[in-house]
């Protein structure tokens, strides 16, 4: 498992085309204890890599060129999976539904005080953690799914659709017996207790591979 | 005498109804019926040139020419008193007279003056036997001197009115207290004087009265002069003063009124414009018509009669103006039955009808000008009032345009703000950390500055734009205009997800005119091409903003990719009220066109080949090298 070094602080990314209130900003994380880089567009902050490290986007709303909700549509195909605050000046509510249902963790309206600003990383950061940690989860349980035979996977995929052991084994053309071990053998590779467990993995790692 | 008795009298009676007849049936024919004309034979007292004579002779002149009956040719003879008297001078007259007037024996002699009828009636029997006498200026004292006169003598007696011509000046000159009385040494002056000794004293008590009687001129000019207004003045005139010598009274008067300290009083007329101010004066020439009547009478054939009413002609009150006026009597004082001379006939007297006619041209016109007048001065305030209005309206679309635009100026306040506040906050928690980090302090510090100043520059602009202000007439440059506000334009149109584009010409495009009008002209063109654009996909709005320079004019365009103009909308595109919008007012566009055309440009509206419409403004350039209107502090 590729866990983070044990102590670089969050990283920020603050996108805002006002180069002034940018500079403060950065300068405000910096302040407050996090690493924080600048970006005058949401081309430049495509341009530079984002290094897989728990932090979250600043996003100003309307910037020339693409928008910020534009950008945050954007961030899933260029594989950053960080939270995203946004923050305008226009706190109309159209844009802020919209930034909230594409998955915004904030919308914040400037000027945009230190303890707002602070609170909402602090969720952002959690959110990011948590999302983290999910995603380690499912790849695990990815690794371990790889281990089950051809066999067992069709056995898994017959448990977990809810059929008897006796109609799986009908269906197959082996005995029941033989299907019982089959599913004791998923069990123990998936790490799973019980049959009912296994179909929550099973759920998991499908709505995992979707994201 | 025969006595009359009953047949004398019928036979009388008869030929008086006989010659009635005739004379009523010849009547008309009288005059050519009779050709030979009548002598007259008029004796003047005094010398020709009497003014008294002047108008005695012109008054007969006219009367004889009133009568119906024989031509008169009138001869004149002057005993030319005072210089000539005595039975010798008496002598040699009638002798020169009889031997004169042989060939030329008058039918009628007219005696001018007492002493011209003591001399007729004293030669009559020797001169003229016979002819009837008609005497006119002679006193009802002389005459009692004379009588009785035969029955052939008949005249018109002169009544000088010195008491009434008294008790008319102290009614004009209350403050008088003294009379002075001025005559003369000539036998007439020595009659006047009598008349007066007799008269004055009936004013005892009411003035003192003084006579001048006899001095030589020089010593009673002397005297005069000395007088005050407290006195009075009344000359008869004199023919000879103290000293022996002669003049005339009008003569003697004119001196005596040029020097009196006091006004002057007479009682003849023609001592009128010598000085006096007047009195109840005898009208010679009045006097001499009345005479000639006498004497048609005579030569029509009736004869003058002793018994007949004594004709006197009444004596006037005449007056000077002048001397009036100089004596301070007031106008109202004088009897309107007063003969007043001199008096400059008012203008209403003389041009009524003009007066009349100017008068009612002045009213007129007075109407006229005044009723122009306040209808200037309604204009004016119709004027001032549309002018106002104007403004009024002009401010009051450009606030609102401006409230078209809050959300952009929020913005553009509000990013210097929110820098400031986290540079603030970043500031605080750099101190309180305790690592004091000084260079990044004062980074803060001037980009604080710097973004307090920014947040200042957007007020002061939009504090441009939402004054009232003055209209102004000055020079400036378009494009810096265009650039001042095109950070808030940018904004509004970020805001709105529209790409808005600049050019700039890249040189001064120089102008005269009101700057923020021509901003408002820009805001307005512009935030139309935005609502222009609005319905389409983000992708596609788009507007321009050029601004254009060359040698003859500046200008500038707005461009967008809307939908473009429609043919019904292009002709009334600029006029007010009319929107295709559902929120607009339609005075955007007629605002614009107000605006530029008072600026002596002009604005036109098409649709771009590539769809959406342009916007196009020009003024007439104005640098500030070339001829041409300066502004107000130059």
Known sequence: MAMPEPNPPPLMHV???????????????????????????????????????????????????????????????????????????????????????????????????????????GRALQ?????????????????????????EQTVLEQVVAG??????????????????????????????????????LVERLRRGSAD | MLPAGPLRSATRRFACLWLLALSFAMAPLSAMADPKPANL????????????????????????????????????????????????????????????????????????????????????????????????VVSEGILSRLAPLPPDVTGIPIVYEFSRTIEQAMAWHPKARQLVVVTG????????????????????????????????????????????????????????DGAGTDFTPREAVLGMSAVSGAPVYGVFNTLIGAGVVGGYMADFRAMGRQAARAVNQVLEGGQPSPDAPVRTVPATLNVDWNEARRWGISPRAIPDNAVVHFREPSLWESHRVAVLASLAVLVVQTGLIAGFMVERRRRKLAVQAERQQRAELLHASRVATVGELTGAIAHE????????????????????????????????LADIRRDDLRAGEVIRRLKGLLDKHQVEHQRFDLDEAVADVEPILRVEARRRAVVLEFQHPGAAAPMLGDRVQI??????????????????????????????????????????????????????????????????????????RTLVQAHGGQVTAENRVDGGARFRVEFPRSDPNVDGPHHGDA
């Open chain 2, 41 to 136: 034979l008029v004796i003047y007292s005094n010398g020709r040139l009497l003014p008294a004579n002047v108008e005695a002779d012109r008054g007969l002149r006219e009367g004889l020419a009133e009568g119906v009956g024989r031509h008169a040719n009138v001869f004149d003879e002057f005993l030319d008193a005072p210089r000539f008297e005595g039975a010798e001078f008496v002598e040699t007259m009638s002798a020169f007279l009889r031997g004169k007037y042989a060939k030329h024996p008058p039918d009628v002699i007219v005696a001018a003056g007492p002493d011209a009828l003591a001399f007729c009636l004293q030669t009559r029997s020797h001169l003229f036997a016979g002819i009837p006498i008609v005497y006119l």
């Open chain 2, 519 to 592: 901003q408002q002209v820009l805001i307005n063109l512009v935030l139309n091409a935005l609502d222009a654009v609005a319905d389409l996909p983000e992708a596609r709005r788009w507007v321009g903003v050029s601004v254009f320079q060359d040698a003859d004019q500046v200008g500038l365009a707005v461009q967008d990719r809307g939908h473009g103009l429609s043919p019904q909308a292009l002709p009334v595109l600029f006029d007010s009220f009319y929107s295709t919008k559902t929120s607009g007012m339609g005075l955007g566009l007629s605002i614009v």
């Open chain 2, 413 to 444: 306040i509000n990013q210097p703000l929110g820098a400031i506040l986290s540079n603030a906050e970043a500031a605080e928690m750099m101190l309180d950390s305790g690592t004091h980090q000084l260079d990044g302090l004062r980074q803060i």
């Open chain 1, 15 to 121: 996108v805002d085309d006002d180069e002034s209130l940018r500079a403060a900003l950065v300068r405000l994380l910096e302040a407050a204890g996090f690493e924080a880089r600048g970006y005058a567009s949401a081309g430049d902050f495509l341009l530079h890599p984002v290094p897989d490290r728990p932090g979250c986007v600043l996003l100003d709303v309307r910037m020339p060129g693409p928008s910020g909700l534009d950008l945050q549509a954007a961030l899933p195909a260029h594989k950053v999976k960080l939270p995203v605050i946004f923050m305008t000046g226009f706190a109309d509510v159209p844009t802020s539904v919209r930034a909230m249902k594409a998955g915004a963790v904030d919308f914040l309206e400037k000027p945009v005080q230190r303890q707002t600003l602070v609170e909402a990383i």
């Open chain 1, 163 to 200: 059929k008897l052991n006796k109609q799986i084994a009908a269906a197959l053309e082996v005995s029941e017996r033989t299907i019982k071990t089959l599913r004791a053998q998923c069990m123990d590779k998936l790490g799973a207790a019980t049959s009912a467990e296994l179909g929550t």
């Open chain 1, 127 to 151: 959110r990011d953690e948590q999302q983290r940690r999910e995603r380690n989860d499912i790849a695990g349980l990815r690794e371990r799914f790889a281990l089950l035979s051809p066999r």
């Open chain 2, 185 to 240: 040494t000539s036998p007439q002056d020595r009659a006047w004087e009598d008349q007066l000794r007799s008269e004055v004293p009936r004013f005892r008590g009411r003035i003192e009265t003084e006579f001048l009687s006899g001095l030589p001129t020089p010593a009673l000019l002397a005297r005069l002069s000395r007088l005050g207004d407290d006195s009075l003045v009344l000359a008869a005139g004199y023919f000879r």
